[in-house]
């Protein structure tokens, strides 16, 4: 099984969901991550702020931070390469990268979507 894991900039909590203004992007990933998760996919997800030893332990993220410095943060790392940089990748990345089921995230997209309300006024 291929080992994928995310090394996030400083956030107020691990997932960054937390306070008025939600990044868009940090609530797709999140939920990306989970539907993984309920999959039987684990992806380590490390944020610079909770797990800073992670940073220093890893030589390759160490390296590139001594590099690039974390404004370039999030980086993404497939079996120990670094595949994605600045940005977190697409549902369609991940499902390239992981070697899983294309409709994995369509699924998960259609249950989400189900209106359970009367009137269809939600």
């Given at each position: 099984m291929k080992k994928m894991q995310i090394f996030e900039p400083a956030m107020?909590?691990?997932t960054g969901l937390c306070g008025a203004g939600i990044d868009s992007e940090l609530l797709r990933i999140s939920a990306a991550l989970s539907t993984?998760?309920?999959n039987g996919i684990e992806v380590d997800r490390f944020n610079l702020s909770s797990s800073p030893?992670?940073?220093i332990d890893n030589k390759i993220v160490n390296d590139f931070i001594n590099n690039t410095g974390v404004d370039n943060l999030?980086?993404?790392l497939l079996n120990d390469e670094i595949i994605v940089g600045g940005r977190y990748p697409s549902n369609d990345e991940l499902v390239k990268f992981l070697e899983i089921k294309d409709n994995l995230f369509q699924e998960?997209?259609?249950e989400s979507t189900n209106c359970c309300c009367s009137g269809g006024n939600c």
């Open positions: 107020c909590c691990s993984l998760k309920t030893q992670e940073f999030p980086i993404i998960e997209e259609k």
